[in-house]
Each structure stands twice: as structure tokens, then as C-alpha cells.
């Protein structure tokens, strides 16, 4: 079984919690790609549409001073869309998907507790997720939680860096280098998304047992 967590916790929030492993390498990068997982292409322009709408976002509900501390946005976005893709590649191997019901019933759920949509949204937003990107995160983060309950944390942890691995992520070196084994720039006794977060509570589930 898998026990619920007040913390908006594994991919949504702890993707930008947790600071990525990107530090200056020689690879070759690929033209007009600020990474390549597997055959899929994340581009430069798709990441600073990305941020753009972060910022945007972030200017329209509080101001210069909020987007004024983005310094590192673009990196952990950078950083969050490669895990995405990891763990949906690892859930569809897995045979683990989310439905579009399941996704709206959990959004519902997020925004019951939390005082509405309105409320979820800025603290999304105070993450570096702006509001058209919140299903995608609260999706990825269900995919991670029915990975958790079907394999165990240990065993999703392995199956996350085999997934890095065979997937052979490579980051342009504008952005650094990416280190599948760890994931983060922090020691983790979880490395792979299981750092602290801010507390959301309704969100997805935790990893262990109770």
C-alpha cells in the first residue's frame, strides 16, 4: 500500500525542489536541441516557450519581485521536462498509464484541499509551473505513484535510472551534462524526485508503505 503525503511531493513539485546534475561538459549538442532523450527532441525554443509562460505568469499575479528570483528557471525546467519523459517512458514499459478521468479526479482532489483552483495554481506557479502545465505534472506524478505501489520505492528508483540509462539523455552543453544514476545535484537517500517540498496537501501519493 501506498500512504498519503501532505506534500506536493515526486514529479510536480519536487522535479524544481530538487537541483538537477547539469554541469559544463564537451559533448557535441545537437542543433537546436537543449536535449535528446531517446528519439525525442526537447528543444530550445520549446523550453524558452516554457519559461516564457512561467514568467508571464508569474508577473501577472505577483509581480517583478517573484520573476525577478528565476534566475535558475529555464535549468530546472530543462530538468523537469527530461524527467517527465523518463517516467512516462519507464510507466508505459511498466504497463502503467493515467487516464483522463484519473487526471481530473485528482486535480479536483488537489484543489479541494487547497482552497481551490485559484490557490493550486499559484502554488504551482511558485514552483515554476505555469497554470497550462499543471495536468502534465499532476499526470507524471500519478504515473510515479502507480510505479511506487506496483514495484516499491527501491525497485521504481532502479527501474527510473535503467530508464535514464537506456534512454541515453544528452544534454546540450549550454545546459550541462545529465547524470542518470543520480538525478539530483543533492544527496537524496531517494535520489530520483524525493526532495523536501512545500506542504499541498491532497496531493499525489508517497512511496512508502503504512
Known sequence: MIRRRTALSVSAAALLAAAPVLTACGQTPHPGAAAVVGKERITVSELQSQVKDVREAQRAAQGEQLAA?????????????????????????????????ELQEQRARVERANGGAAAVTGRFLALG???????????????????DNK?????????????????????????????????????????????????VPGAPLGPSGA
Open 151 to 199: 514495484l516499491g520505492a527501491a525497485r521504481t528508483n532502479e527501474l527510473l535510472m535503467r530508464t535514464s540509462d537506456a534512454l541515453r539523455v544528452d544534454v546540450n552543453p549550454r545546459y550541462g551534462t545529465w547524470d542518470a544514476k543520480r538525478g539530483t545535484a543533492t544527496p537524496a537517500r531517494e535520489p530520483w524526485l524525493r526532495a523536501a517540498t512545500p506542504d
Open 129 to 147: 509551473i505555469a497554470p497550462d502545465q499543471i495536468d502534465r505534472a499532476l499526470s507524471v506524478d500519478l504515473v510515479r505513484a502507480k510505479l
Open 69 to 101: 528570483n528565476s534566475a535558475r528557471l529555464s535549468q530546472d525546467t530543462l530538468v523537469r521536462l527530461i524527467q517527465y519523459r523518463i517516467i512516462e517512458q519507464a510507466g508505459a514499459d511498466s504497463g502503467v498509464s493515467v487516464t483522463r478521468r
